[in-house]
């Protein structure tokens, strides 16, 4: 009888066989193998999952106009009061106002730029921070005045992505790690409420001292006596007996 591998006849070949078994077998778990840390493969820290990014955004007013009616409505001269106080805060650029030309409210849509321009030069807008381009408006009974101007904005998101399943059938939340859409809504609440976008990424300069009040201290520590301030009548309100 011919044997198949001669070279590993006898005690030797055995070992060997039993080497290249064992070889074999660690091969295999090696390639079943897969480390816990690549199920998770996005940080744990929802700062970093969904940061805070400042961006380039855009602040837009529309004045709607009626064929009828010229000027603009006391609604209408609060929304244009605001947006112009508003640019002077967060105004990054100069304001375009897009005007409708070619159609029925051409006539009100003269006297209410004239309005709006008296609003901006009361609120100290510098005439050339304002430019006018006109535009065909594709139906004359929905024409408007547009102003625009850009501004730092705070954005964060987009929110709602599951990505892996919550349940059992994962593997990623076997050690209680946060899943993805974890925190998202949180930063995207905080970009929205912030009122200046940079106080996300430096803090602002400090404002002198209230020299009147530090006046006041000082003299009385000086004096030796208390420097802390005295509030008086806080705690001798009265609960109102409405009712009984």
């Not at 009061?81 to 029925?104: C, E, H, M, N, T």
Request: proline residues 7%; contains cysteine.
């Amino acid at each position: 009888m011919t044997r198949l591998y001669p070279a590993l006849a006898g005690p030797r070949g055995t070992t060997a066989l039993r080497i290249v078994a064992i070889s074999a077998a660690a091969a295999m778990l090696a390639g079943c193998y897969t480390p816990r840390e690549a199920d998770n493969q996005y940080p744990q820290d929802y700062r970093l999952r969904h940061p805070i990014t400042l961006k380039e955004g855009r602040q837009t007013v529309e004045v709607f106009l009626s064929r009828n009616r010229g000027g603009l409505t006391p609604s209408q001269r609060a929304d244009v009061l605001a947006f112009a106080q508003a640019w002077k805060r967060q105004g990054s650029s100069g304001i375009v106002i897009d005007a409708p030309r070619g159609g029925a409210t051409d006539r009100a849509a003269a006297d209410s730029l004239r309005e709006i321009s008296s609003i901006f030069a009361a609120s100290g807008i510098p005439r050339n921070g304002v430019y006018v381009r006109n535009y065909r408006p594709a139906d004359s009974a929905l024409a408007s005045i547009k102003l625009n101007y850009s501004k730092l904005s705070a954005e964060a998101g987009p929110c709602g992505l599951w990505p892996d399943d919550l349940g059992p059938s994962s593997n990623n939340y076997n050690d209680n790690r946060n899943y993805w859409n974890l925190g998202c809504a949180s930063q995207r609440n905080l970009a929205a409420m912030v009122t200046n976008p940079t106080d996300l990424v430096q803090p602002r300069g400090e404002t002198p001292a209230y020299t009147a009040h530090r006046s006041v201290v000082l003299d009385k520590y000086r004096k030796g006596t208390n420097p802390s301030s005295t509030y008086e009548g806080y705690d001798k309100g009265k609960i109102s007996d409405l009712g009984k």
